[in-house]
Structure formats: structure tokens, C-alpha cells
């Protein structure tokens, strides 16, 4: 069974950092390319960055390019978000997400 | 970037109802659309890839069709476990880009 199990979340003050962990399991994690994802409270999804299997092709949204880094451990199965410069507009339900399948979440909260 | 506009906002039906919503590209996507099922305080969940391929394990009420910037997703028979925001989701170029969703009700 394919799980992704989102950690590191909780509140964090404007212009802190904060780094999530994806740990995956029931697939080979190196041959998929994989996404962070995030909803703001009550809001709709919005796509933050994707890495490729062997971490070759890396990609923002514009609104986190610069502040975020999306990295992958292959061999502990594991997804990264580092966040840097965190605003309160960051604040959202972050999922690690293949395509066909996502995690429950972790929440991000800015604020001071 | 790909802007992803999807129609009706809100969507009212009755069970045993057709329903199709809408989602409309900006520019050519080439069939990389994607549509999730986010039910309230759960995950998306995947029903359709790349325009028209059902997910494994989804009832077959859902279909999805279209192609250049036009895409629509069909609930052939509304069921009440439908009830749900629905989004569509492009891959086709990078930046990726989510529709605003289509939160469906029950008439």
C-alpha cells in the first residue's frame, strides 16, 4: 500500500524557517518524480514544487522560488521542503503528493 | 502560466443526476489534465489522468473527455457520497496549475 506521511509542521514566526519530511513506503520511491502541494485554509490547492526521480529536473511556483528548496533522499525514502523567509501567506496544509497519490498533510502557520 | 478556469463555481444536483463540470486552459495542455475529488478534511483523491483514464479503483459513473484548452468531467448518475469539491489539475508545463475548484451540493 502506498503511503506518504507528512512531519515537521507547526507555527513558525514571519521570517523563520521550517523543513518537511515526507517519509514514502509501498513503491520504489526512487523511480517517481514527486510534488509539494499546499491549501491555505479554506482555500483551493495550489502546486509549490515538483522534483524529478534522481532530483536532474527541480521546479518553484513563483511564489516560493527563492525561498524554498524541494529535496529527496532516495535512500531513506524520504521528500524535503525547505522553507527560509516564511510569510503568513505561506500558511497552509502542505501535502507530499505523486500524481495518483497524496499524503493527509502537515500544517504550516505563520504568524507572530 | 497556464491560468485553469473551472465552471460552475457551485454546483447543485439531484442523486441520479448527469453532471458535468467544466475546466478551461488558458493555452493547449495536450490531454495533461487531471481530476481530483477533495471531500471535506480529507486529501484529494485522484479520478481521472490525462483527460480521460480512470484511476484504479474509481467507480465508472466518472469519465473525463476533452482536448486542447476545453476539459469536462461527467458524473453519469449522482450519488450522494459524490458530494464534494472537484479540481483540475494541468501537467503539461511547469508552472503546474490547479483550477478553483467545484464545490458539488446535493439539490
Same mark, same amino acid.
Given at each position: 500500500?502506498?503511503?506518504?506521511?507528512? @512531519?515537521?509542521?507547526?507555527?513558525?514566526?514571519?521570517?523563520?524557517?521550517?523543513?518537511?519530511?515526507?517519509?514514502?513506503?509501498?513503491?520504489? %520511491?526512487?523511480?517517481?518524480?514527486?510534488?509539494?502541494?499546499? +491549501?491555505?485554509?479554506?482555500?483551493?490547492?495550489?502546486?509549490?514544487?515538483?522534483?524529478? @526521480? $534522481?532530483?536532474?529536473?527541480?521546479?518553484?511556483?513563483?511564489?516560493?522560488?527563492?525561498?524554498?528548496?524541494?529535496?529527496?533522499?532516495?535512500?531513506?525514502?524520504?521528500?524535503?521542503? +525547505?522553507?527560509?523567509?516564511?510569510?503568513?501567506? #505561506?500558511?497552509?496544509?502542505?501535502?507530499?503528493?505523486?500524481?495518483?497519490?497524496?499524503?493527509?498533510?502537515?500544517?504550516?502557520?505563520?504568524?507572530? | 502560466?497556464?491560468?485553469?478556469?473551472?465552471?460552475? $463555481?457551485?454546483?447543485?444536483?439531484?442523486?441520479?443526476?448527469?453532471?458535468?463540470?467544466?475546466?478551461?486552459?488558458?493555452?493547449?495542455?495536450?490531454?495533461?489534465?487531471?481530476?481530483? +475529488? +477533495?471531500?471535506?478534511?480529507?486529501?484529494?483523491?485522484?479520478?481521472?489522468?490525462?483527460?480521460?483514464?480512470?484511476?484504479?479503483?474509481?467507480?465508472?459513473?466518472?469519465?473525463?473527455?476533452?482536448?486542447?484548452? #476545453?476539459?469536462?468531467?461527467?458524473?453519469?448518475?449522482?450519488?450522494?457520497?459524490?458530494?464534494?469539491?472537484?479540481?483540475? %489539475?494541468?501537467?503539461?508545463?511547469?508552472?503546474?496549475?490547479?483550477?478553483?475548484?467545484?464545490?458539488?451540493?446535493?439539490?
Amino acid at each position: 500500500e502506498v503511503q506518504l506521511v507528512e @512531519s515537521g509542521g507547526g507555527l513558525v514566526q514571519p521570517g523563520r524557517s521550517l523543513k518537511l519530511s515526507c517519509l514514502a513506503s509501498g513503491f520504489t %520511491f526512487s523511480n517517481y518524480g514527486m510534488n509539494w502541494i499546499r +491549501q491555505a485554509p479554506g482555500k483551493g490547492l495550489e502546486w509549490v514544487a515538483s522534483i524529478s @526521480s $534522481s532530483s536532474s529536473y527541480i521546479y518553484y511556483a513563483d511564489t516560493v522560488k527563492g525561498r524554498f528548496t524541494i529535496s529527496r533522499d532516495n535512500a531513506k525514502n524520504t521528500l524535503y521542503l +525547505q522553507m527560509t523567509s516564511l510569510r503568513s501567506e #505561506d500558511t497552509a496544509l502542505y501535502y507530499c503528493a505523486r500524481h495518483d497519490y497524496w499524503g493527509q498533510g502537515v500544517m504550516v502557520t505563520v504568524s507572530s | 502560466d497556464i491560468q485553469m478556469t473551472q465552471s460552475p $463555481s457551485v454546483l447543485s444536483a439531484s442523486v441520479g443526476d448527469r453532471v458535468t463540470l467544466n475546466c478551461k486552459a488558458s493555452q493547449n495542455i495536450n490531454k495533461y489534465l487531471n481530476w481530483y +475529488q +477533495q471531500k471535506l478534511g480529507e486529501a484529494p483523491k485522484l479520478l481521472i489522468y490525462n483527460t480521460n483514464n480512470l484511476q484504479t479503483g474509481i467507480p465508472s459513473r466518472f469519465s473525463g473527455s476533452g482536448s486542447g484548452t #476545453d476539459y469536462t468531467l461527467t458524473i453519469s448518475s449522482l450519488q450522494p457520497e459524490d458530494v464534494a469539491t472537484y479540481f483540475c %489539475f494541468q501537467h503539461n508545463s511547469w508552472p503546474y496549475t490547479f483550477g478553483a475548484g467545484t464545490k458539488l451540493e446535493l439539490k
